[in-house]
């Protein structure tokens, strides 16, 4: 566990810049003891590309945190992401990040995982009431 990981019974709280310095990947499953789901945070130089992947069984969904970043994906089609941005890839689907940016960093969180969505199912500890 990294210095600046924070765990209690039951969670664990970090910053990105805790679990790493550079680009290249952040280990936030490792580190923050993630067992549901793959999850990682990669920085990207600027005009940094990744090379191209896919999976055999995990899908993957992508958010951009900071920076503008482009995907390219297995048909040949390209999307461009800003900070906030999403794109939900299928595991057979190729796919290449690149930073658009030629002087600054891009930092994407990426999650993966299989079987399908749990569904709703969070309750509230006796004697909380629905805020909403």
């Known amino acids: 566990?990294?210095?600046?990981?924070s765990k209690g019974d039951g969670?664990?709280?970090?910053?990105?810049d805790d679990l790493g310095e550079g680009p290249g990947f952040r280990k936030v499953r490792k580190e923050l003891g993630v067992t549901a789901f793959?999850?990682?945070a990669i920085v990207l130089p600027p005009s940094y590309a990744?090379?191209?992947h896919y999976?055999?069984?995990?899908e993957e969904l992508y958010f951009v945190h900071s920076g503008r970043v482009e995907f390219e994906f297995g048909d040949g089609s390209t999307q461009q992401l800003e900070a906030g941005g999403l794109a939900w890839v299928d595991a057979p689907t190729h796919r290449r990040v690149r930073n658009?940016?030629?002087?600054e960093e891009a930092v994407y969180l990426v999650v993966g995982?299989?079987?399908g969505y749990v569904g709703r199912d969070g309750r509230l500890p006796e004697g909380e009431t629905d805020p909403r």
């Open 1 to 5: 566990m990294s210095e600046g990981v």
């Open 11 to 16: 969670y664990a709280v970090a910053h990105l």
């Open 38 to 40: 793959g999850v990682n």
């Open 50 to 52: 990744t090379g191209s």
């Open 55 to 58: 999976h055999d069984e995990q």
């Open 100 to 103: 658009l940016s030629d002087s």
């Open 113 to 115: 995982g299989k079987d």
